[in-house]
């Protein structure tokens, strides 16, 4: 296919058509009239050899191929526009443009608000939308990312695309304040008896996975679209919940539930922001990567501060517990 010979107005008029199946509203939508449009029709159906819309009684349905041509166009327009608004020059604080990124409510709650302040701060004429990553991201993630400005997700899901470094997180377990089956230290037996209740595909996640290697299956009882709706799901029930250690402290006084330590070395979660290769040199694009770069510094930060805490945290609970149990090594007794 020579792209030199074709019209790309006709992928304009095409989207239209599919969309509306109407000769009359496509044209309308697109600034055409009805002649026109039925000319742009015409040279649509020489080009792919296919009727593309089919009169069925007194309306119009999609050809088996027009179906699948529907979605297509989809994303072929919006990668167009998406090409040829690309800027060579951006500054943020006289520029309006809206960035829409796919995040779960994880991400959005730990990593997009503290983006979004940073926005509202720097560049007030930038808008963010953040939409709901599918359940599908894995087998659609390139165009996913050609019609997007890009993905938040931990490494270990999706590869072969240019990543943005972020922050790194822990995981953690969710289990209810009353569930009389789990003590003070949750166990890998616990793992394996008590049943789950998980994120859409959390399988995906390498922490995860390290359960088969240990010889654990969860035994997934329910599943949610939502990880904040994880401690709401494991109050009051025996459910467990394998959860993100940021979002779990946002969480935290919601539901009666208790976070607890993985009984495995669980691998760190290293979010990041994904993108497809065409934002690459896009100045706008260029600014959106290094601020959520320095926004995810910021969240790292706020991290090592907490570690840092619950190490101190630690250490005073074991001086503690050697005074309570007359430790003959504190001194603090003597005398």
């Known amino acids: 296919m020579n792209l030199a010979s074709l019209d790309l107005n006709l992928v304009v ?8 199946r109407n000769v009359t509203r496509a044209g309308r939508r697109i600034g055409l009239s009805q002649p026109a449009m039925s000319a742009a029709l015409a040279r649509l159906r020489r080009h792919f050899d296919d009727e593309l819309l089919s009169r069925v009684g ?22 167009l526009e998406r090409l040829f608004t690309s800027q060579a020059d951006f500054d943020p604080a006289v520029e309006s443009r809206e960035f829409t990124i796919v995040a779960s409510d994880y991400a959005v709650a730990v990593f997009g608000a503290e983006l979004a302040r940073t926005v509202h701060r720097e560049a007030p004429g930038i808008r963010l ?15 996913l990312l050609s019609t997007t400005d890009g993905l938040l997700m931990p490494h270990g899901i999706i590869s072969d695309f240019p990543a943005t470094e972020l922050y790194q997180d822990q995981w953690v377990f969710l289990v209810a304040d009353d569930n009389p089956e789990v003590g003070d230290q949750l166990t890998r037996d616990d793992l394996a008896r008590l049943p789950w209740v998980t994120y859409q595909r959390t399988y995906d996640a390498p922490a995860v996975r390290q359960l088969a290697m240990l010889g654990i299956e969860p035994r997934v009882e329910v599943s949610v679209d939502g990880f904040t709706l994880l401690p709401f799901m494991v109050a009051g029930t025996r459910r467990i919940a394998l959860v993100q250690e940021l979002l779990a402290e946002r969480l935290r006084g919601l539901a009666p539930v208790r976070i607890m330590r993985a009984p495995y070395e669980a691998v760190p979660l290293q979010e990041a922001l994904w993108w497809h290769p065409v934002h ?8 959106l990567r290094e601020t959520a ?9 706020r991290v090592g501060t907490a570690v840092a805490g619950r190490a101190v945290q630690g250490v005073a609970g074991q001086v503690i517990q050697a005074v309570d149990e007359g430790d003959p090594g504190d001194r603090s007794r003597e005398g």
């Open 13 to 20: 008029a095409l989207r239209a058509l599919l969309e509306e």
């Open 58 to 79: 007194g309306h119009y349905e999609l050809t088996a191929l027009g179906q699948v041509l529907l979605d297509r166009t989809s994303t072929a327009c919006d990668l």
């Open 129 to 143: 939308r953040f939409v709901q990553t599918p359940p599908g991201i894995v087998e659609q993630t390139g165009t």
């Open 280 to 287: 690459t040199h896009d100045a706008a694009h260029i600014w």
């Open 293 to 301: 770069a320095r926004v995810g510094a910021t969240v790292a930060a």
